[in-house]
């Protein structure tokens, strides 16, 4: 489902699965299309379809000998007696006991019932029971097939017959479209849509492009901490050469974006701060360096939807920074919005020894007409670099976009000390505190304020030391 948001950005709105639709044969169709792709099968046998089957909706041996029965219950309330009938067929049917029992539902469970079902199967001999409530089917279903999901989601018929299904959905019967679709889906990341300057996180970046890369050449996905949550085809099981020599170039560009990041941390131009806590969300960044960042990312991503093209990029191409002595375009009358500071001096009991002293940034609408805050504010450096926090020092809150009422104000909090010290280790000073709207436009706080605020957090600092 999808929505879009006051700046006509689509929204993409994951809603849950509708089992409940499916008739039981159609459940157990979906749910065996599922079953023999978790596993290495000596053996997967459909019996659901064919009626008379004791109970064994699926039954599968696995390549270590290990036998595993599936029963699909498609009802809207799981009762407890008909999950004990079904397990006293399985347990006298021609097959025997089996070593794993997975009671597979489209509905809710309650823990109390998944306890009784696993006693009831403990006690028959049975020595593993799972219970799949339809939210865990869901999630299995987007982790281990995603491919499966999306034709189920769209409609596409699945096959009759067991044979059918073993192929369909697979990378050899899929077509290209279809792969480079899924893979598009790896670029909707904040990644590679917040515009560099906005980036929140430096190591969690490189990251991003990291797992993209591997994604690519691989088809495995992960999370941030490296585990892996599904898979999807690697470009290598393209079809088609143009499709695949495109590939080849969004990977190649995508490991030049990474080496290119590496070369500016290097370099100093993107300079995480250096109080050596991992997490922190104040770092140094030169505008040039946000610049070509971006630029490596637009082209990668145009290249992206040349190829696919239901892909959208949502992050706005880059532009050449203006000269001096250009002026802005404007579309509507400047605001009078001025920006105001402030020198704080919390208790010393403070658990952030950098939170001694605080400069407040507040941001004043003295226009008649509201305020689109940007979500960012940058303190300028006077050699042209900036620093810019991304959360507010006291209360921990992510700096977001906002609106200002007239006559409204909104404030942020962040640490003196850590201002002046990146600063100094880049040999330069703070000049002033700036601030935008949703368009881009500028607003500054007066420099006269911001000498006279370090100066005074400088000498209670000095006093303090």
């Not at 990977?251 to 370099?267: A, I, M």
Request: charged share 25%.
């Amino acid at each position: 489902m999808a929505t879009k948001d006051r700046r006509g950005t689509p929204q993409i709105l994951v809603g849950s699965i509708h089992f409940e639709d499916l008739s039981g044969t159609q459940f157990e169709r979906l749910c065996f299309g599922y079953v023999l792709r978790l596993d290495t099968w000596a053996t997967l046998d459909w019996y659901g379809q064919l009626g008379g089957d004791s109970g064994r909706d699926i039954w599968g041996v696995r390549s270590n000998g290990e036998t595993v029965c599936y029963q699909c219950a498609n009802h809207k309330q799981l009762k407890f007696e008909k999950a004990r009938a079904d397990i006293g067929k399985i347990i006298s049917g021609p097959n025997g006991v089996p070593n794993c029992f997975v009671l597979i539902t489209g509905h809710g469970v309650t823990a109390k019932m998944k306890d009784r079902v696993k006693t009831e199967a403990g006690t028959k001999g049975i020595g593993t029971t799972e219970i799949w409530s339809g939210v865990e089917l869901e999630e299995r279903l987007r982790r281990d097939q995603p491919v499966l999901l999306k034709r189920f989601v769209d409609g596409v018929p699945f096959p009759e017959l067991a044979d059918a299904l073993r192929v369909f959905g697979t990378v050899d019967e899929m077509g290209d479209d279809e792969i480079l679709a899924l893979m598009a889906e790896c670029f909707d990341r904040p990644a590679f849509s917040t515009p560099f300057h906005a980036e929140s996180s430096i190591p969690d970046f490189k990251k991003a492009i990291t797992d993209t890369i591997e994604v690519l050449n691989t088809g495995v996905r992960r999370l941030r901490d490296g585990t892996e949550i599904g898979r999807i085809p690697s470009r290598h099981q393209l079809k088609k050469s143009q499709n695949k020599q495109v590939l080849e170039e969004i990977t190649q560009g995508l490991t030049g974006l990474r080496q290119t990041f590496d070369r500016l941390v290097r370099e100093g131009e993107i300079r995480p701060c250096g109080c050596g806590d991992g997490d922190c969300s104040t770092f140094t960044i030169d505008p040039r360096a946000a610049h070509e960042i971006d630029q490596l990312r637009w082209r990668i991503l145009t290249d992206v939807a040349r190829i696919c093209p239901i892909f959208h990029p949502t992050l706005p191409p880059p532009i050449d920074r203006p000269g001096r002595g250009q002026a802005d375009v404007l579309t509507a009358p400047r605001p009078d919005i001025r920006v105001t500071l402030a020198a704080g001096f919390p208790v010393p009991e403070s658990p952030d020894p950098r939170l001694r002293v605080i400069i407040g940034v507040k941001i004043e609408n003295h226009s008649p007409a509201d305020f689109f805050f940007g979500g960012t504010v940058v303190f300028e450096l006077s050699g042209g670099r900036v620093l810019q926090p991304v959360r507010d020092g006291v209360t921990g809150e992510w700096l977001a976009a906002k609106v200002v009422r007239p006559g409204d104000s909104i404030s942020y909090n962040f640490s003196a000390e850590v201002l002046l010290s990146e600063a100094y280790n880049v040999g330069q000073y703070v000049v002033c505190a700036r601030i935008n709207d949703k368009i881009g436009r500028d607003f500054r706080s007066s420099e006269n304020d911001m000498r006279t605020c370090l100066d005074n957090a400088s000498e209670y600092l000095k006093n303090k030391a």
